[in-house]
C-alpha cells in the first residue's frame, strides 16, 4: 500500500515570495491533516479536511495561509506571502474514517520549507 | 487547555539498555493517548496508542507504554534499546472536546550509544 506522498520534498524561498505543498493521501482516506512543525517543537495542526469540506481550521494563519482538497483526495497547502517565521517542515496526514481524535493518522515525509 | 508535555528534550542510553521517555497530558477527560516516533528524513510513525482498558498498551518495535490516571502520564517503555531505536519521540493526545484537535508533545531524541 502507499503511504502518504508530499511533494517537494525541499523548498527554499525568500520571505514575501509564494509558496505551494502538495500532499496526496492514501488511497480511500476520507480524512486529511497538514501539520506545521517547528524545529525543536512538535507538530501542530494547521487544517484538517474530511472529504472536500473543512473540520478545523482555527490554527491556520489565515492571511497568508490556504489550503484546499477539491475532489476530496490531493490537497494543496499555500503560503502568501512567505515570513521568516514560516521555515518548518510542513507535514500531510490522512485517516481511514471519521474526523475523531482516535483515528490513526499515517504521515507523510514532508516538506522542509527555509526562507530567508 | 489541552497540553502535552515531554519534560526530556534529549536522552542517551547505551545499547541494550532499557529506556523511558517521559509525556504528561492535561486534559479534563479520559483522553485519547499515542506515541510516535520520527527518524531523520521521516514520516511520523505510530507505535502505540490508548483508548480505554487496559492501562498497559503493547505497541510496535517493543515499545510499550503504561497509562496512569493519577499521574497524568503516559510513558513510553522498551526493556532493551536497540541501536535503530535512535530517532525523535512525540508522546501526543486527541481531545473531543476542542474541534477533533491532536495536539503533540515538543518530543524527546534519542541517542544509542554502543
Known amino acids: 500500500e502507499a503511504g502518504v506522498a508530499q511533494s517537494p520534498r525541499y523548498k527554499i524561498i525568500e520571505k514575501r515570495q509564494s509558496v505551494a505543498f502538495w500532499c496526496n493521501p492514501i488511497?480511500?482516506?476520507?480524512?486529511l491533516y497538514w501539520y506545521q512543525q517547528i524545529l525543536g517543537q512538535g507538530p501542530k495542526l494547521l487544517i484538517q479536511?474530511?472529504?472536500?469540506?473543512?473540520?478545523?481550521d482555527s490554527q491556520l494563519p489565515k492571511d497568508r495561509f490556504s489550503a484546499e482538497r477539491l475532489k476530496g483526495v490531493d490537497s494543496t497547502l499555500k503560503i502568501q506571502p512567505a515570513k521568516l517565521e514560516d521555515s518548518a517542515v510542513y507535514l500531510c496526514?490522512?485517516?481511514?474514517?471519521?474526523?475523531?481524535?482516535?483515528?490513526?493518522?499515517?504521515f507523510g515525509p514532508g516538506t522542509r520549507l527555509t526562507v530567508l | 487547555a489541552q497540553s502535552v508535555t515531554q519534560p526530556d528534550i534529549h536522552i542517551t542510553v547505551s545499547e541494550g539498555a532499557s529506556l523511558e521517555l517521559r509525556c504528561n497530558y492535561s486534559?479534563?477527560?479520559?483522553?485519547?493517548l499515542f506515541w510516535y516516533v520520527q527518524s531523520p528524513g521521516q514520516g511520523l510513525q505510530l507505535l502505540l496508542k490508548?483508548?480505554?482498558?487496559?492501562?498497559l498498551v503493547q505497541g510496535i518495535k517493543g515499545f510499550e507504554a503504561e497509562f496512569k490516571r493519577s499521574q497524568s502520564s503516559f510513558n513510553l517503555r522498551k526493556p532493551s534499546v536497540h541501536w535503530s531505536d535512535a530517532a525523535e519521540y512525540f508522546c501526543?493526545?486527541?481531545?473531543?472536546?476542542?474541534?477533533?484537535?491532536?495536539?503533540f508533545g515538543t518530543g524527546t531524541s534519542l541517542t544509542v550509544i554502543p
Open positions: 488511497s480511500g482516506h476520507a480524512t
Open positions: 496526514a490522512s485517516s481511514l474514517v471519521g474526523t475523531g481524535p482516535y483515528n490513526e493518522q499515517f
Open positions: 501526543a493526545v486527541g481531545a473531543l472536546l476542542t474541534g477533533n484537535q491532536f495536539y
Open positions: 490508548y483508548f480505554s482498558g487496559d492501562t
Open positions: 486534559y479534563g477527560a479520559t483522553p485519547y
Open positions: 479536511f474530511q472529504n472536500n469540506g473543512v473540520v478545523d
